[in-house]
């Protein structure tokens, strides 16, 4: 959803649940995305290892879940953030990981999807309430 009459929080879910992380990525280095959002990102925070490695490169992926969290965590006072939030959230940050495997050589595809689920556990492990 968007257009001039959605809420920060409608255009925020849409870009998380609603559309391709390809079209997050291109609506998050437009010059004219959406000023009410929070479109920082910090890359993957996990210590050592970061948002890439030989076998996979998670950046736009952490990207999404970033905002995801950063924006339907906080617009509205944060009234839509609650367990099943977070863990729709990381479901999405799961699938768009392993969607960038289905890129990865055979070899690397294996461990890339390995990579994933590990960051996965820890973003369900540690990553907020």
């Not at 998050?28 to 290892?49: E, K, T």
């Not at 990865?104 to 461990?111: D, E, H, N, P, T």
Request: glycine share 8%; hydrophobic share 35%.
């Amino acid at each position: 959803m968007s257009g001039p009459s959605a809420s920060a929080l409608q255009v925020a879910e849409s870009l998380v649940f609603e559309k391709s992380l390809a079209v997050f990525i291109r609506t998050a280095a437009s010059p004219r995305r959406d000023d009410r959002l929070d479109w920082s990102s910090d890359g993957c925070s996990a210590p050592v290892i970061e948002s890439t490695g030989r076998s996979f490169d998670f950046t736009e992926a952490c990207r999404r879940h970033d905002f995801g969290y950063r924006n339907i965590g906080t617009l509205e006072g944060g009234r839509r953030w609650t367990a099943a939030m977070r863990s729709r959230i990381d479901e999405v940050f799961r699938r768009d990981m392993r969607t960038h495997c289905t890129t990865r050589g055979k070899v690397a595809r294996v461990a890339c999807r390995t990579w994933a689920e590990v960051y996965y556990r820890v973003v369900r492990a540690h990553g907020g309430p």
